[in-house]
């Protein structure tokens, strides 16, 4: 339905087009694309944040759609997420124990928390005696590492990166790009990574979505791709990339 504007209606502009994506268990898939191309509104709606005006979402075969607290709380559990910016997304007030904790608390997670937050810590490269420390203890790639043990420790099966590396420097960016290959190797984890940088990427992902003005551009197996782009924009997203150390 068009919006009304002042001087009458003014077309719709849709954030998404066309999108049709499978998420294989076990990998890591790469969406990628600038500013506006549509990636965080696809984040948005794989996780049940927002609701598709047409289509449908599923995880497992379940519909996934924004409702309850309760309603959602398995997608919540199966599901973790790494922000952009640590600094934004970790609360200045709480412990670094604290914050790896919430997700523990929300979603009634059984067992000895101090534990599980203990071994989240560890699991991102951190040392216990992290969790008495505040983030502004804490370095820009400690903020992230933080987060991440967050995304992760309920366990979940499915962990999205919105845009989690573009605040580090590109050395830090290098050593959490390989803890994030490190968990999926240990944890199982299938990860969804999305960045405005497919030179990034390249070094984590199996396969690659690339996005423009809402639609599906180009999507294949990453080497492939990246040896042989087909799409303009595809050539130009990776001409503009630059390389990690």
């Known amino acids: 339905m068009p919006r009304t504007a002042l001087l009458g209606p003014r077309p719709v502009r849709h954030a998404l087009r ?16 600038e500013s506006g191309s549509g990636k965080s509104t696809l984040v948005r709606l794989l996780l049940g944040l927002d609701a598709p005006t047409a289509g449908t979402v599923r995880f497992d075969g379940r519909p996934v759609e924004p409702g309850s607290a309760a309603g959602t709380r398995w997608l ?41 937050v203990a071994a989240g810590l560890r699991d991102v490269g951190l040392d216990p005696a992290f969790a008495a420390r505040y983030p502004h203890e804490l370095s820009g790639g400690q903020r992230q590492r933080v987060a991440i043990a967050r995304a992760i420790v309920h366990g979940p099966r499915l962990l999205v990166g919105d845009e989690p590396l573009s605040a580090l420097d590109v050395t830090v960016r290098a050593q959490v790009l390989e803890l994030l290959r490190r968990l ?20 984590v992902a199996d396969r690659v979505v690339v996005m423009q003005e809402g639609a599906i551009v180009e999507q294949g197996a990453t080497a492939a791709m990246l040896a042989a782009p087909q799409h303009p924009y595809t050539r130009a997203l990776l001409a503009a990339a630059p390389r990690l150390p």
Do not use: F, W, Y
């Open 18 to 33: 066309g999108v049709d994506l499978d998420v294989v268990e076990g990998e890591t898939l790469a969406i990628i694309g």
């Open 76 to 116: 919540r559990r199966a599901t973790g997420v790494v922000l952009q910016d640590p600094s934004s997304s970790l609360d200045p007030r709480m412990t670094v124990g604290r914050t790896i904790a919430e997700p523990l608390r929300a979603q009634g997670v059984d067992g000895d928390h101090r534990a599980l």
């Open 184 to 203: 999926r190797a240990d944890r199982g984890l299938t990860i969804v990574l999305v960045s405005h940088d497919l030179g990034l990427v390249q070094h």
